[in-house]
């Protein structure tokens, strides 16, 4: 596997892929160790105002950053339940939704960052005791099933996940392909996925890393603008980072 390591407990994927004898693309996986690394949910409810991906970086003294999920027409709000410390930006649990990001545990016995399943976790205890929860749709299980239904169109795609190992994904594939294909090869990689979950899709999707061995941004497209790089100064509400531990 082509992963380069940044610094301890973080690694750097850039994987080719191929669709029917079309061009080969870039999927790009960030690898982050929760034993190294802090994990952090930024929100617009706190900071009373939505940033672009590398401003929320920024701000925060963050080296990674993630969409945290998609939003509501008011802009502000995630689609799914979301908490930051005293801060509920959605406190409905959405039912179809299937995975959980969780951060900021109360116990040293918890990982510092995990990706829960619904159907096979006990969600409903562990939540309370983590600081930090995003809902999303579910697209890949705890047992490595592809949950994503066949059809719907074609997008840029933002993941986060988790591996065997125990270290968060974070995924970002930016050519328009449609959510069964990105999660068939998710699973066709080599990198031994197991709970999956989108975060966003279409332009507004990216990734961004800063270390002093590589600084990119990776930003998603829609396919009437396929030839672009993405809008580097979308406003997003809610971003997952990452900060090295003190």
């Known amino acids: 596997p082509p992963w380069e390591k940044l610094e301890e407990g973080l690694q750097l994927g850039l ?3 191929q669709f029917d004898g079309g061009d080969p693309f870039e999927v790009v996986f960030l690898r982050i160790d929760p034993a190294y690394f802090d994990f952090t949910v930024e929100t617009a409810s706190s900071e009373k105002q939505s940033l672009p991906l590398e ?3 920024t701000r925060k003294g963050l080296i990674a950053a993630i969409n945290a999920s998609m939003y509501l027409p008011d802009g502000v709000t995630s689609t799914g339940y979301l908490r930051t410390g005293e801060t509920v930006n959605n406190g409905r649990v959405v039912s179809k939704f299937g995975a959980f990001f969780v951060a ?3 116990s040293p016995d918890l ?3 995990d990706l829960l399943d619904r159907s096979t976790d006990d969600w409903e205890n562990l939540l309370p005791h983590y600081s930090m929860v995003v809902q999303n749709y579910r697209m890949i299980s705890a047992d ?3 949950l994503w239904k066949p059809g719907g169109p074609k997008h840029s795609i933002s993941a986060v996940g988790r591996d065997g190992t125990g270290a968060i994904l974070f995924i970002l594939c930016r050519e328009p392909i449609t959510g069964v294909d990105f999660g068939a090869l998710l699973l066709a990689l080599p990198i031994d996925v197991r709970v999956v979950m989108y ?3 279409g332009s507004l999707a990216g990734l961004f890393l800063r270390t002093p061995v590589r600084s990119q941004i990776w930003l ?3 396919l009437p603008e396929f030839w672009a790089s993405g ?4 406003p997003l509400p809610n971003v997952i980072g990452v900060r090295r531990k003190s």
């Open 15 to 17: 994987f080719s892929a």
């Open 55 to 57: 401003a929320w970086a």
């Open 104 to 106: 900021g545990p109360d």
């Open 111 to 113: 990982p510092g960052a």
């Open 144 to 146: 490595r099933r592809l």
């Open 199 to 201: 975060t966003e899709g």
């Open 220 to 222: 998603g497209r829609s």
């Open 231 to 234: 809008s580097q100064g979308a």
